[in-house]
């Protein structure tokens, strides 16, 4: 992927295979702390995250965790 121009529109990143191919990954890559696990603790995580001109993720911060 190459770097945009300036005087080009940025176009919106879209995940290799759609929107099932990243829900596959993220199924697939999710790791649930054994901590957690062992003090059955669950709900949502928020997490939001920068794509630079290259496709590459940056700047990711958790939102809204557990704890």
Do not use: W
């Not at 995940?15 to 702390?33: D, H, R, S």
């Not at 709900?43 to 704890?67: M, T």
Request: glycine share 10%; no cysteine.
């Amino acid at each position: 992927m190459s770097k945009p121009r300036k005087d080009e529109p940025l176009k919106t990143p879209l995940y290799k295979g759609g929107m099932a191919a990243l829900k596959k990954f993220i199924t697939e890559n999710l790791v649930y702390p054994q901590e957690a696990l062992n003090a059955s603790i669950e709900g949502d995580v928020e997490v939001a995250y920068d794509v630079d001109g290259l496709g590459r993720i940056k700047n990711v911060r958790i939102l809204s965790g557990l704890g």
